[in-house]
């Protein structure tokens, strides 16, 4: 089945311990994102990838870094969480462009920094 | 930049119909995507208009006016089922790889 995969699901973390939220599609996808969805502010881009070894900064990068060594995985990394980053997280991938089908979600990661 | 609106929230009686209207302001339009998002799950694709006009996929429907940056999305028949998060995003080729741009979605409410 094409799919999106993230993990965990569910986070609870305390503030300043590094984190890692995985995804991984299994549909070769060239374009991969990383989005964090708030209440009243809607999806926002935090970083994205075109291809392998290029990421680029979306609209709200600061706090997060990502990586991409191979194609299929896009890890977001969170070197030391913040209350402020208390959101859902979405990986989303898709063809270069997105073509007519936009992109393909993964079912998200709740985080809570405490 | 880009600046997507859409209304809130708005409620709706099973098996009738609602239409859910997104503006916005982008300097290299590409595409609009209409998303389904129920509460605390991914977003899905729903449909797709990067022309002028009406397209329709079963009882869903777009239409995309470029000239005055209008879209709408047509729900028929509704079913308790649809009760969710309506998601409009802008594609622009002037962000880098064609970015979305998403709005803040409209929650509609099914009653019976």
């Known amino acids: 089945e094409a799919q999106v995969t993230q993990n965990p699901r569910y986070l609870i973390t305390v503030t300043g311990k590094k984190l890692t939220v995985t995804c991984s599609q299994n549909?070769?996808?060239?374009?991969m994102s990383w989005y964090r969805q708030d209440p009243g502010l809607g999806l926002r881009q935090i970083y994205y990838?075109?291809?392998?070894?290029?990421?680029d900064k979306g609209d709200v990068p600061e706090g997060y870094k990502v990586s991409r060594k191979e194609k299929r995985n896009f890890p977001l990394i969170l070197e030391s969480p913040s209350p402020n980053q208390t959101s859902l997280y979405f990986c989303?991938?898709?063809?270069?462009?997105?073509?007519?089908?936009?992109?393909?979600f993964g079912s998200g990661t709740r985080l809570t920094v405490v | 930049g880009q600046n997507i609106d859409q209304p809130t929230e708005m409620t709706a009686t099973e098996g009738a119909i609602v239409q859910i209207n997104c503006t916005y302001q982008?300097?290299?339009?590409?595409?609009l995507f209409w998303y389904q998002q129920h509460a605390g799950e991914a977003p899905t694709f729903l449909s797709y208009?990067?022309?002028?006009g009406l397209e329709e996929k079963g009882r869903f429907s777009s239409f995309l006016s470029r000239s005055k940056g209008y879209s709408y999305l047509l729900l028929k028949e509704l079913q308790m089922k649809d009760s969710a998060s309506y998601l409009c995003?802008?594609?622009?080729?002037?962000?880098?790889?064609?970015?979305?741009?998403f709005g803040k979605g409209n929650q509609v409410v099914v009653i019976p």
């Open positions: 995003a802008v594609r622009d080729h002037q962000r880098g790889n064609n970015r979305l741009a």
């Open positions: 990838s075109m291809n392998v070894e290029v990421t």
């Open positions: 208009n990067v022309l002028d």
């Open positions: 549909m070769n996808h060239e374009y």
């Open positions: 982008t300097s290299g339009f590409n595409g």
């Open positions: 989303a991938s898709s063809l270069p462009g997105q073509g007519m089908n936009g992109y393909t």
